[in-house]
């Protein structure tokens, strides 16, 4: 069976389905490699697939992955817990599907009920992509998402405070945002100084950017274009509808 019949192939075309999107299949990332080959290279993990635009990673665990069989204790039973670190600290949402979760026969092969799979994978992926319990969180994810769509890539934080960093051809964000209050001058102001604090490097090819939502565009804006441009920050306007603007001057 060719790897474009295999059960794997079968739960990420009901994925792109799902979010009516073609995910990029064995996607791989500058900050997912293996262990160092007897020649010191060590070469870059793929992923089942991955949705830039969601934001989401998707790993289909065949069931020898669970199981301790000698083929798969390594180092694949330790590449998968690496791209389990790795894959949400560089601010990716990884959803791991396995047999058991869909229509499978005891040694691990799906059944393929179509609709009774897409059922279940319809709330697999909801509940991926919002787990969100503030607005704040919203705001960060939609600019993640949208960073990662434009070519960037989402990396852990220098600073563990950060929202939001991401790099792309040797450039670098770094980001703090807000999400909807009841006081977003406060908020904006409070925004502006963790940025201020964050401004470690002084390259010009690190900007600094601030995040927030529609009704708190305004007091962002408080703060002189003048000043923003010394500072080398940007602000970024999250709309009520997931959608993201550079705030114009």
Known sequence: MGRQDSDEAYVLDLCDEVLAERGERQRRFDWLVGDPSPSGRRARLPVDSCWPGHGLVVEYREIQHDRPVTFFDKPEALYDA???????????????????????????????????????????????????????????AVFRRWLISRGWTAVLPTDHHTDIEAVRDGRRIVGEAKGRTKEPGVDADIAYGQLLRRMTDTSETTRYALVVPTSGLRAARRVPVAVRHVLRIDVYEVTDTDGVRPAAD
């Open 82 to 140: 690496r791209r389990e670190a790795l894959i949400p600290a560089n601010g990716l949402e990884l959803l791991v599907i396995r047999p058991a979760d869909l229509a499978a026969d005891s040694r691990g092969r799906l059944l393929r009920v179509r609709e009774a799979d897409l059922a279940v994978l319809r709330r697999l992926l909801a509940t991926a992509e919002h787990r969100l319990t503030t607005d704040e969180d919203r705001v960060v």
